[in-house]
């Protein structure tokens, strides 16, 4: 799957599908390349190790149990990481993204890319979970779906939509 996806601070980045040879780029490079606030905003607490059970998950790249890409920069260092737990409805959607690759649309490629790959998996629910102050994310994925429910619960905004089937709606 191995494509050039975009250019950012002059250096191209890539998306391909997360192997056992990611292990340490993801478990180690990706989360050292975040902040606390980063890992904060991801994890929802201070973490201090990347999670095991997460990563050997991402890692398994069983698309209709838990569907991940990694995004690599022009050395091949993993950058970002997304993945889509599909083995239950909804799918839960989760994105990391090094702290210097922020804000140059590879989170949100990531996000494109898994919602595809979902509607092709005959996917139709998908949850996400953010800090409440960070409610911005969950517009992106009004591009994309239809909220239907919304749980504002200690904090933490959990927000479940329906995928339109590709064709986006009005307004977005």
Excluded at 34 to 59: K, Q, W
Excluded at 147 to 155: A, E, I, M, N
Aim: with cysteine; proline share 3%.
């Amino acid at each position: 799957m191995t494509a050039v996806i975009g250019m950012s601070t002059g250096a191209a980045w890539t998306v391909d599908v997360p192997t056992e040879a990611d292990r340490e780029a993801i478990g180690v490079g990706l989360f050292a390349a975040c902040s606390a606030e980063t890992i904060r905003y991801r994890f929802f607490g201070m973490r201090n190790h990347f999670p095991a059970r997460y990563l050997d998950a991402v890692i398994a790249g069983r698309p209709d149990v838990h569907d991940a890409l990694v995004a690599r920069d022009d050395r091949g260092d993993v950058i970002a990481l997304g993945s889509l737990v599909t083995g239950e409805q909804p799918a839960e959607l989760g994105l990391l993204v090094a702290d210097a690759w922020q804000r140059h649309r590879i989170g949100s490629t990531l996000f494109e890319l898994l919602l595809d790959r979902a509607r092709k998996n005959g996917v139709e629910w998908v949850a996400a979970s953010v800090l409440a102050e960070r409610r911005h994310i969950l517009d992106l994925m009004r591009t994309e779906a239809t909220p239907v429910r919304t749980v504002l619960d200690h904090g933490v905004l959990e927000v479940v939509y329906r995928l339109h089937d590709g064709i986006r709606p009005e307004g977005s």
